[in-house]
């Protein structure tokens, strides 16, 4: 429950974190717009791969380590001179890199369950922070929104948030480096092939958090 709770308090300052600063930018500006202060482009497509970590599930799970890919597709809703505010939507993917236990389509005693593969759809929404000029300083975005989560196998599916930091290094105007560190929380995830050898309903909170690389084209 700890790191359930830790978890929540993660997102939730990353998605405040998301509302202050377009708030904080938006305030601060003395009223130009992305007319008035050119970018490279309204809209920009993230492609990122890197290594995942799944949380939660108690004991029930295992080989909770694994690839995650993920991209996302934002525009630049307003753009000012201390950065700009971001919309966008995406999608990902995350699962384990082997088998680990034995447990995958049958239970045995004493063997926890692989940690399920899990895809998600996520709307996202937050600040850019950015000079309108960029140049080649690493452009910094804090995002964070709602997704939707399903697991491989139809072992369930449900409602939940994400949030992210990218980091942006241009290297053209039209294409930059991306760093990307991201969390998704499921609060109510209930596996159904766990459900089927378990007694009761085993819902609980799962997460996956991600660190990957990959490029912008913008």
Do not use: K
């Amino acid at each position: 429950m700890a790191l359930h709770r830790l978890t929540l308090v993660v997102l939730a300052g990353l998605a405040g974190l998301a509302g202050l600063a377009g708030l904080a930018g938006l305030a601060l500006t003395p009223g130009r717009s992305a007319a008035q202060s050119p970018a490279p482009s309204r809209v920009t497509l993230d492609v990122s791969g890197g290594v995942g970590y799944g949380f939660g599930g108690g004991d029930d799970y295992t080989n909770r380590r694994g690839t995650s890919v993920d991209g996302v597709l934002a525009a630049r809703a307003l753009t000012t001179t201390r950065g700009s505010l971001v919309l966008g939507v995406g999608g990902g993917w995350q699962g384990r890199s082997g088998l680990g236990g034995t447990c995958v389509t049958d239970r045995t005693d004493n063997c926890p369950w692989t940690f399920p593969d899990l895809r998600s759809a996520v709307a996202v929404g937050g600040w850019e922070f950015a000079r309108a000029e960029r140049g080649q300083a690493p452009v910094v975005r804090v995002l964070a929104g709602p997704a939707y989560v399903r697991a491989n196998g139809n072992r369930g599916d449900a409602y939940g948030a994400h949030g992210r930091v990218d980091v942006g290094l241009p290297v053209g105007r039209h294409l930059a480096f991306v760093t990307s560190l991201r969390h998704t929380l499921v609060p109510n995830f209930s596996d159904s092939l766990v459900d089927r050898y378990e007694s009761g309903d085993q819902g609980g909170s799962l997460g996956m958090s991600a660190f990957a690389i990959g490029l912008r084209i913008q």
